[in-house]
């Protein structure tokens, strides 16, 4: 079995009593926020963007628990924000666990060592690993050189003291199919259990930041619907080669085999101003509760319907947060089929001839950060917009000049 036996038994279970209950919307996954304060500032995050106005803000153990039973999703995605700088990440994810949840804490894996005490291995836990591509890309998206090296450092402390590990992607234009496969090649040897992958779209938040603080355009960094498709046309392959977390379904689509439109109130989000609507990563308001979301939320208004947006924000997107659920909630036999096979083949083995990729392929430009970077370019060229840190602009210039050249 691909997954841990508890998580996968929850779920089917939890899907069967509400279809037999023809309940038309209920959540598979709680993306619980307990901050948005992260310590980093990745290229393409809307959440520290969006949310910076109450970034010191956090939710109380207290708001959190009441969220996870409110919803009542078998799944909780503590995510953020980094919940590893949560002050009491450990007693939340008690209460989680008391409550017979599994979850994923989502986190750009640079605490895990520091925290791993505050936690004990269950088959129920995940550490959900933030890794947008080797070293190099890595530390580029997430703008901050040693940030890869940090998570890998944290994926190794966590295995070894027997936690369950998963990866989190997300794929950009600039982030190679070869790229993709090498990093899971290089995970599996570190046997990391499970990964996530989803392609990255231009949506509001990081678009806006992306014009505004990088001068840069949403076309030169994030996907559009074909660009999706060519970039997940081995998705299938990767999902026979190692442990992809989400459906069979989801992977035709993410393959351009199918259209489907998007369930994202299976994947509700849980945050300090409330349940956002109407996906993780778009939103048009905030509510009290989720049940006054799912009844106040306008849902047909939304998504991408026979390869034609309802909204044309949706049009590009293929996310795993909005999509997935469908794939899940398909009540087609042969859907139902493909998803449990895939959910009940043997997990692939460790590959352990990835130890051999080049993974720590060099840390990013400079301090890794594309704003300097860009200044850098600018005193080249008689601007005068730099930080005043010139340190590392030479090489700096020196690596933005190979890159243009390559
Ligand atoms: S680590 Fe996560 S929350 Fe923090 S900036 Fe990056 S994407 Fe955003
Ligand atoms: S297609 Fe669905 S998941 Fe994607 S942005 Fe639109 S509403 Fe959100």
């Not at 953020?80 to 994810?93: A, D, K, N, Q």
């Not at 660009?227 to 035709?252: D, H």
Request: hydrophobic letters at 35%; aromatic letters at 10%.
């Amino acid at each position: 079995m691909r997954f841990p036996l508890s998580l996968t038994t929850t779920m089917v279970g939890y899907m069967a009593r509400k279809k037999l209950a023809r309940q038309k919307r209920f959540p598979l996954v709680l993306m619980l926020e307990p901050l948005h304060a992260c310590n980093l500032t990745c290229t393409g995050c809307g959440r520290i963007r969006e949310y910076s106005q109450s970034i010191k803000e956090k939710l109380t153990v207290q708001e959190c628990l009441q969220s996870v039973d409110e919803a009542g999703a078998p799944i909780v995605s503590i995510c953020g924000g980094e919940p590893l700088i949560y002050p009491e990440i450990g007693e939340l994810v008690r209460g989680v666990l008391k409550r017979r949840k599994n979850i994923y804490l989502c986190t750009n894996g640079m605490f895990i060592k520091k925290r791993l005490h505050e936690f004990r291995p269950t088959s129920r836990f995940f550490f959900n690993v933030h890794l947008d591509g080797l070293e190099e890309t890595h530390d580029l998206a997430v703008e901050r050189k040693g940030v890869f090296k940090a998570a890998v450092e944290g994926i190794i402390a966590a295995k070894k003291a027997g936690f369950l590990v998963c990866t989190n992607t997300t794929v950009y234009k600039e982030t190679a199919a070869q790229e993709i496969n090498d990093m899971f090649e290089f995970f599996s040897s570190l046997e990391v259990d499970a990964h996530t992958i989803s392609p990255g779209y231009e949506y509001d938040a990081a678009k806006k930041d992306m014009v505004k603080r990088l001068d840069k355009q949403p076309e030169d960094f994030f996907l559009t619907r074909k660009m999706t498709r060519e970039k997940f046309a081995k998705i299938q392959e990767w999902g026979e080669r190692f442990t992809l977390i989400g459906t069979s379904v989801y992977q035709e689509f993410l393959a351009g085999k199918r259209e489907m439109t998007c369930t994202p109130w299976a994947i509700p989000t849980r945050n300090v101003r409330g349940w956002k609507a109407p996906c993780y990563l778009m939103t048009d308001g905030h509510y009290a509760g989720y049940q006054e979301m799912l009844t106040k939320v306008v849902w047909d208004k939304y998504g991408v319907v026979d390869g034609v947006a309802r909204d044309p924000r949706c049009e590009n997107c293929m996310v795993h947060c909005g999509y997935d659920p469908s794939g899940a909630l398909s009540t087609n036999l042969r859907d139902t089929w493909i998803n449990m096979k895939y959910n009940f083949s043997p997990k692939p083995k460790p590959y352990y001839e990835g130890r051999s990729v080049n993974a720590f392929n060099g840390v990013s430009i400079g301090k890794g950060h594309l704003a300097e970077a860009k200044a850098a370019i600018n005193a080249k060229n008689g601007g005068a917009c730099g930080t005043g840190d010139t340190t590392q602009r030479d090489e700096l210039l020196a690596k933005i000049g190979k890159k243009s050249e390559a």
